[in-house]
């Protein structure tokens, strides 16, 4: 079945680049997505990428696919402490979403 | 805009009472609608999804029901809980039709549910 897989903590510096990374199974998924959850809160969607492109960039973030080897990451530059939270990775399945089970991210001074 | 909202924030209940958690949707019309589970703050678990008005698909067997009796309101509902329905319930909304639109899924701020 479909899966999407993701290591469950990553610790960084304050002001380092941060790589979330992200695989997931059904290549005919259309959209993949990332989202950020801070603590006790709902989860908020930060950017999405359409599976024919290879890279997504906003500001502060980037986003490659590489669709071959079903891959997904996520870069954060300048990572400020604002950024600690737990990120899922998913993937687009009809009316739903297959999550990933969440990166924490880990900011130290 | 659209915005979601779920109530309550936050709840304690004793094992074996009923429970309602509520959420509706502002802004938009026919949205696809969504109740997930999250255990000790990780990974998602979709409990039920909502197409459409009286339209409920269950994902996993358990004592949790859904309904939709309005476009924009979706209601969680258990006539008595257990231990293990303590969680985070999340809410969340997404338009589209199948093989068409992003699918993206806007979230509710959640209901802490305790059960003691």
């Known amino acids: 079945g479909e899966d999407v897989e993701q290591s469950l903590f990553l610790s960084v510096r304050e002001g380092d680049s941060s790589v979330i990374n992200c695989t997931y199974t059904?290549?005919?998924?259309?959209?993949l997505y990332w989202y950020k959850q801070e603590p006790g809160a709902g989860l908020q969607l930060l950017t999405y990428?359409?599976?024919n492109m290879d890279m997504k960039q906003d500001q502060r973030l980037t986003v490659l696919l590489n669709k071959k080897d079903k891959h997904l990451s996520l870069r954060i530059a300048d990572t400020q402490t604002g950024d600690s939270a737990i990120y899922f990775c998913?993937?687009?399945?009809?009316?739903?979403?297959?999550w990933g089970a969440g990166t924490k991210l880990i900011i130290k001074p | 805009s659209q915005t979601i909202h779920q109530w309550p924030a936050t709840l304690v209940q004793p094992v074996g009472s009923p429970l309602s958690l509520e959420c509706t949707v502002e802004?938009?019309?026919?949205?696809?609608l969504y109740w997930y589970r999250q255990a000790a703050g990780r990974g998602l678990q979709l409990l039920f999804y909502?197409?459409?008005?009286?339209?409920i698909s269950s994902e996993v067997p358990q004592n949790l029901s859904a309904s939709r009796p309005q476009d924009r309101q979706f209601i969680l509902s258990s006539k008595k809980l257990l231990l293990s329905d303590s969680g985070f319930y999340l809410c969340?909304?997404?338009?589209?039709?199948?093989?068409?639109?992003?699918?993206?899924?806007?979230f509710g701020p959640g209901t802490r549910l305790t059960v003691t």
């Open positions: 969340a909304w997404s338009q589209g039709l199948a093989g068409v639109g992003s699918y993206e899924q806007y």
């Open positions: 802004g938009t019309s026919n949205p696809n």
């Open positions: 909502s197409v459409g008005i009286g339209q």
């Open positions: 059904d290549s005919s998924s259309t959209y």
């Open positions: 990428i359409f599976s």
């Open positions: 998913a993937e687009s399945s009809n009316y739903q979403l297959i």
